[in-house]
């Protein structure tokens, strides 16, 4: 067992009201390190008083407390203590991580050495973003000066998925807090270390009480955050059929709320781009966080003379991944983050065979490993779109290749699905790539590679959600706009 209460100083209380707090109940949840499949952690499981608690706590801060009359200037210096802090811990950030869900060493820092920055970009928007806009009011007679203002939306619920929790509850909790909003910061089962981590820096840096509150809840109890009418609005990552809950939920209060959903993105790779270059590229990321990322790159589209020489390529890319303990530096893929998740993906590998897709490499469990979550990268060929592993999410080192006709019928293919979240266009040609991105349906297009970058903005088309994170886009949706028509010139200063 990993020493987890040595980075961990209250994993068995929650943080609320800018202290470390008693849960009302003794429930635990165990969190299994999916390398081991032994204990690596147990940490307490709120119930519904716990998250009354930390909404009245989030309440009390944003309706009495000093955070939203802050300028934005004095928050920024909270966010860049904030990342401060963060940056001195971030090899306890990177242990919790690994052991929880099986991210390999290289990739756990990799993705939060960016962290710290997080906070930093939103702390440089305090003075770059427009928060007072002046207008001329068209419409309304004897209007001398109309502005147009944007305030805290208020009290956020913000509901992060297992994979990537410290990343994607930064671009959550950063542009909140800089915006003026108080937030319930609601961690999963499965990973809660690096979100009980955030309180820790909380309490360090002195961030006024109320301002940021963590508890670990499963997803019953965690369906009482998003209906408590204390809560203004849901940011939620996670899966489609959560998100359409978490919608319907809010709809019957008018909540707000922003959801990143779920993905079976496409790469469409053209006719000009060699096949072992993009087999290459695309082997490189296919294995981070063992395929469990909502943007990987799932669905290869190509044309149908290209296929066998693609497919051929691809399986030499995927044969070469390491497969083992994610301690290890030179490991390539570490285990998938549970035994439930382990069955998922193997029920949809079955499910293409069945199908008849044919598996030009993986498919199995790894041989050498007798302990642990691990399944091979596995690549199905001569896969239709119309089959199951090319219709739904399976969140695992799992892709597909689907021939088609023409360079027409392979963006039909790529936009035929319920999703758009990524996609990718591999070609020589940047003025060929920009005007079939423009076709995709999707909220990122990449280059002949896997591109995302949550500092421009991050989200998806159709059932992949509603809204945008990161950037200034990410910032939008934690303020309400506020329309100002006065009958004289008002002193600002």
């Given at each position: 067992?990993?020493?987890?209460?040595?980075i961990?100083e209250?994993?068995?209380?929650?943080?609320?009201?800018?202290?470390?707090?008693?849960?009302?109940?003794?429930?635990?949840?165990?969190?299994?390190?999916?390398?081991?499949?032994?204990?690596?952690?147990?940490?307490a499981?709120?119930?519904?008083?716990?998250?009354?608690?930390?909404?009245?706590?989030?309440?009390?801060?944003?309706d009495?407390?000093?955070w939203p009359?802050?300028?934005h200037?004095?928050?920024?210096k909270?966010?860049?203590?904030f990342?401060a802090?963060?940056?001195?811990?971030?090899?306890e950030?990177?242990?919790?991580?690994?052991s929880?869900?099986?991210?390999?060493?290289?990739?756990a820092?990799?993705?939060?050495?960016?962290?710290?920055?997080?906070?930093?970009?939103?702390?440089?928007?305090?003075?770059?973003?427009?928060w007072?806009?002046?207008?001329?009011?068209?419409h309304?007679?004897?209007?001398?000066?109309?502005?147009?203002?944007?305030?805290?939306?208020?009290?956020?619920?913000a509901?992060?998925?297992?994979?990537?929790?410290p990343?994607?509850a930064?671009w959550?909790?950063?542009?909140?807090?800089?915006?003026?909003?108080?937030?319930?910061?609601?961690?999963?089962?499965?990973?809660p270390g690096?979100?009980?981590?955030?309180?820790?820096?909380a309490?360090?840096?002195?961030?006024?009480?109320?301002?940021?509150?963590?508890?670990?809840?499963?997803?019953?109890?965690?369906e009482?955050?998003?209906?408590?009418?204390?809560i203004?609005?849901i940011?939620?990552?996670?899966s489609?059929?959560?998100?359409k809950?978490?919608?319907?939920?809010?709809?019957?209060?008018?909540?707000?709320?922003t959801?990143e959903?779920?993905?079976?993105?496409?790469?469409?790779?053209l006719d000009?781009?060699?096949?072992?270059?993009?087999?290459?590229?695309?082997?490189?990321?296919?294995?981070?966080?063992?395929?469990q990322v909502?943007?990987?790159?799932t669905?290869?589209?190509?044309?149908k003379?290209r296929?066998?020489?693609?497919?051929?390529?691809?399986?030499?890319?995927?044969?070469?991944?390491?497969v083992?303990?994610?301690?290890?530096t030179?490991?390539?893929?570490?285990p998938?983050?549970?035994?439930?998740?382990?069955?998922?993906?193997e029920?949809?590998?079955?499910?293409?065979?069945?199908?008849?897709?044919?598996?030009?490499?993986?498919?199995?469990r790894?041989a050498?490993?007798?302990?642990?979550?691990?399944?091979?990268?596995?690549v199905?060929?001569?896969?239709?779109?119309?089959?199951?592993?090319?219709?739904?999410?399976?969140?695992?080192?799992?892709?597909?290749i689907?021939?088609?006709?023409?360079?027409?019928?392979?963006?039909?293919i790529?936009?035929?699905?319920?999703?758009?979240?990524?996609?990718?266009?591999?070609?020589?040609d940047?003025?060929?790539?920009?005007?079939?991105?423009?076709?995709?349906?999707?909220?990122?297009?990449g280059?002949?590679?896997?591109?995302?970058?949550?500092?421009?903005?991050?989200?998806?088309?159709?059932?992949?959600?509603?809204?945008r994170?990161?950037?200034?886009?990410g910032?939008?949706?934690?303020?309400?706009?506020?329309?100002?028509?006065?009958?004289?010139?008002?002193?600002?200063?």
């Amino acid at each position: 067992m990993t020493d987890a209460p040595g980075i961990l100083e209250r994993p068995d209380q929650f943080f609320i009201g800018g202290d470390w707090v008693a849960p009302s109940s003794g429930a635990k949840i165990d969190v299994i390190n999916p390398a081991t499949e032994e204990l690596f952690i147990s940490v307490a499981e709120a119930q519904a008083a716990d998250i009354d608690r930390a909404v009245a706590a989030a309440r009390l801060a944003f309706d009495k407390g000093p955070w939203p009359r802050l300028s934005h200037a004095e928050r920024a210096k909270y966010l860049l203590a904030f990342g401060a802090e963060l940056q001195r811990r971030l090899a306890e950030f990177s242990q919790v991580w690994t052991s929880e869900i099986g991210a390999t060493r290289g990739v756990a820092d990799g993705f939060l050495a960016g962290v710290p920055w997080v906070f930093e970009y939103y702390a440089g928007l305090a003075e770059k973003f427009q928060w007072v806009e002046r207008h001329e009011a068209l419409h309304s007679p004897g209007a001398v000066a109309s502005f147009l203002v944007r305030e805290p939306v208020g009290v956020v619920g913000a509901i992060v998925p297992w994979n990537g929790a410290p990343f994607l509850a930064a671009w959550k909790i950063a542009p909140a807090m800089l915006a003026g909003c108080t937030v319930v910061l609601k961690a999963s089962p499965e990973s809660p270390g690096a979100l009980l981590l955030f309180g820790e820096i909380a309490k360090a840096i002195g961030l006024p009480a109320g301002v940021l509150n963590v508890v670990t809840a499963d997803r019953e109890v965690s369906e009482l955050l998003v209906r408590n009418p204390g809560i203004d609005k849901i940011t939620f990552t996670g899966s489609s059929a959560a998100g359409k809950k978490i919608a319907s939920i809010c709809g019957e209060r008018i909540a707000r709320c922003t959801l990143e959903l779920g993905g079976k993105s496409a790469a469409v790779i053209l006719d000009d781009y060699d096949v072992e270059e993009a087999a290459a590229h695309i082997a490189t990321y296919a294995p981070v966080l063992s395929g469990q990322v909502c943007s990987s790159l799932t669905r290869l589209v190509i044309s149908k003379h290209r296929h066998d020489a693609f497919a051929e390529a691809m399986a030499a890319a995927f044969k070469a991944i390491s497969v083992g303990d994610p301690s290890d530096t030179a490991i390539g893929m570490g285990p998938l983050a549970m035994a439930r998740q382990r069955d998922r993906v193997e029920g949809y590998i079955a499910k293409g065979r069945e199908e008849g897709a044919k598996i030009a490499t993986g498919g199995g469990r790894p041989a050498h490993l007798n302990r642990g979550y691990f399944i091979e990268p596995t690549v199905f060929t001569n896969v239709d779109n119309s089959m199951t592993i090319a219709r739904e999410e399976i969140f695992g080192p799992v892709v597909s290749i689907i021939p088609a006709d023409n360079e027409a019928h392979a963006v039909e293919i790529a936009n035929d699905t319920l999703f758009g979240l990524n996609s990718s266009v591999f070609t020589n040609d940047p003025t060929r790539a920009y005007h079939v991105a423009r076709q995709l349906q999707a909220g990122t297009v990449g280059h002949n590679w896997f591109r995302t970058d949550f500092s421009i903005a991050f989200g998806g088309f159709k059932q992949s959600g509603i809204g945008r994170e990161g950037g200034t886009e990410g910032l939008l949706p934690f303020l309400e706009t506020k329309t100002i028509i006065l009958e004289g010139e008002p002193n600002l200063g």
